[in-house]
């Protein structure tokens, strides 16, 4: 007995897994993710950068997810930025404390507020979030 694959539900939101992308050549692929490392580290989103990477010839979901792993990229660097950020502050803090001792109270006052103005920095970095929108139902037009 034949058994028929039609009573497997594909979601038509989901991504296509990587094995089943189509296949471009290796020069190709490697300009195309150049150019998009270039664009995410300039600000750009996923659409932007797959619309641009189209533009040279790639398909639609290749140009994705080539985009999508350049700004995931991205602001995975931009965390660990962020890391080093706060691990500054919280030194230029210490320093400060070490200098109440031989001070009095202003130069380290001032000396830890400018520390904690570089933790405040650095998590901001490090908790700022991409938006990177997940393929979903679309909400019906209002009529």
């Known amino acids: ?84 950020i706060v691990g500054f502050g919280m030194c230029v803090v210490f320093a400060g404390y070490l200098l109440s001792f031989v001070f009095i109270r202003r130069i380290p006052l001032a000396i830890a507020i400018t520390g904690l103005f570089f933790v405040m920095l650095g998590f901001s970095r490090i908790f700022h979030r991409s938006k990177i929108h997940r393929p979903g139902p679309r909400p019906r037009k209002m009529q």
């Open 1 to 84: 007995m034949a058994s028929s694959n039609s009573s497997v539900k594909v979601n038509p939101y989901s991504l296509a897994s990587s094995d089943a992308l189509p296949q471009i050549d290796e020069p190709l692929k490697r300009k195309a993710k150049q150019a998009a490392t270039k664009l995410a580290a300039g600000g750009s989103v996923v659409g932007s950068i797959s619309k641009k990477l189209q533009t040279m010839g790639i398909d639609a979901s290749n140009a994705e997810a080539i985009a999508l792993d350049a700004v995931m990229t991205r602001s995975r660097f931009e965390r660990l930025q962020g890391v080093g």
